[in-house]
């Protein structure tokens, strides 16, 4: 969806080094999220942020950290890259419909490889 | 807690044959239903969603899904397969209970159809 961006889209890196990963957003949306998705292990949240100062861990949140800049803007950063970390990484946005359905919007992904 | 199975790792099918890929779903309270797909190289973009009403949804590319309470389940299907279809799908579930609205997926299904 051209309305949810991430950059950069692929990143080679070594381990122990500090990485971030940014998304924006022109959907105006309040909510946005980070995923990242493995084979064979589908979507796991890292973190979301409801509004710029509420931000909550998800599933899998360990060494990792995100940074809510401004309502369009939702970093993920790793501190200090490890192997295991090697993913595919979504960012996605939500807003409240107000039926509820919270249906989600996904930026392209990053593809991340650490060595 | 909220869950999403998807049974089978992968569906080939024919094109021009029907295809259904399965899709069970836990919850504590009622469930919004989403059914995304996955082109190689590409975000996740949104196909149906079911929230409340006729339990057949009607979504994009020819896809539905039908809501089933009593077997909790959310099945996507398609009378006629295309190559095109070839893709990874991905089931996930809200409890529109939650006040938190994150959604819950499950592993993905890959989804070959052969001309």
């Known amino acids: 969806d051209a309305d949810v961006t991430q950059t950069p889209r692929n990143r080679i890196t070594k381990t122990g080094k500090r990485i971030m990963l940014e998304c924006s957003q022109t959907?105006?949306?309040?909510?946005m999220y980070w995923y990242r998705q493995d084979p064979g292990l589908g979507l796991q949240l890292i973190y979301y942020s409801f509004d710029v100062k509420d931000i909550n861990k998800g599933e899998i949140s360990d060494g990792y950290s995100v940074s809510r800049q401004a309502q369009a803007k939702f970093s993920l950063s790793l501190e200090s890259a490890i192997p295991n970390q090697t993913a595919l990484y979504f960012c996605?946005?939500?807003?409240?419909?107000?039926?509820?359905?919270?249906?989600?919007?996904f930026g392209p992904g990053t593809r991340l490889t650490v060595l | 807690a909220q869950s999403v199975a998807q049974p089978e790792d992968q569906v080939n099918v024919a094109e021009g044959n029907p295809l259904t890929v399965k899709c069970t779903y836990s919850?504590?309270?009622?469930?919004?239903l989403f059914w995304y797909v996955q082109y190689p190289n590409r975000g996740l973009q949104f196909l149906l969603k079911?929230?409340?009403?006729?339990?057949l949804v009607k979504g994009s590319y020819g896809f539905e899904a039908e809501f089933n309470k009593s077997q909790t389940s959310f099945h996507l299907k398609k009378p006629s397969a295309l190559v095109s279809d070839s893709a990874l799908y991905f089931c996930a579930v809200r409890d529109r209970g939650s006040t938190l609205g994150r959604l819950y997926f499950g592993r993905g299904t890959q989804l070959t159809v052969w001309p």
């Open positions: 959907k105006g949306h309040d909510r």
């Open positions: 996605a946005t939500s807003d409240p419909d107000p039926r509820g359905s919270n249906e989600q919007f």
């Open positions: 079911y929230i409340t009403g006729d339990n």
């Open positions: 919850v504590s309270g009622n469930p919004y």
